[in-house]
């Protein structure tokens, strides 16, 4: 232990005291424990020490999605509510804006559009739907547009934070953009 002196008394640093205080009452194994589980959530690591593939999966989920990360996330899970309220938000409208800018494409260029699979079925006079569809439009929805969100999310979770408020805020404006952009091309044609 080092000691520090002043006119010639020795006197114990708070470090010391410290470390005298953890070990005193145990805590020195029991944060150490806890700060590797701590590093663990911030690293998004899909196992923790001592759990099964079942734990692990609950684990990851109630800490990394979007909702169940608000309410169920571990407590010692260095994310807070305010980060995942921000990721949220722009999660959101990131998919809205994505969404929206596949429709507008598809409306302003109704000829790109097409039928790739059209199930009939029932009676042709029946009232009620007797076919099903999938175009074009619906499976760049799925696939581009999912991809892309995916791709947003994951970016946003490994910036780790920076920057998520601008994102956030560019998001809502593109979106705002792109909802008058498609309203007035409703309206014009």
């Known amino acids: 232990m080092s000691r520090s002196t002043t006119s010639g008394m020795s006197r114990v640093t708070a470090a010391e005291m410290l470390s005298r205080y953890n070990e005193k009452a145990g805590q020195t194994e029991l944060a150490a424990a806890e700060l590797k589980i701590q590093k663990l959530f911030a690293q998004r690591s899909a196992h923790l020490p001592g759990n099964n593939w079942c734990q692990d999966w609950f684990q990851w989920m109630r800490n990394n999605h979007p909702l169940l990360g608000l309410c169920f996330r571990h407590r010692l899970n260095p994310v807070g509510m305010g980060p995942r309220l921000v990721i949220l938000l722009s999660s959101v409208s990131f998919g809205l804006i994505a969404t929206n800018l596949i429709y507008l494409f598809y409306r302003t260029h109704p000829d790109a559009n097409g039928s790739i699979i059209n199930i009939e079925f029932g009676e042709d ?9 999938i175009t074009y439009e619906a499976v760049c929805l799925w696939t581009l547009g999912g991809l892309l969100h995916s791709l947003m999310d994951l970016g946003m979770w490994h910036r780790k934070f920076r920057d998520v408020t601008v994102l956030c805020i560019w998001f809502f404006h593109v979106f705002q953009v792109s909802f008058i ?7 014009t044609s």
């Open 125 to 133: 006079d029946s009232p009620i739907l007797d076919s099903f569809q």
């Open 181 to 187: 952009s498609n309203a007035f091309i409703l309206e």
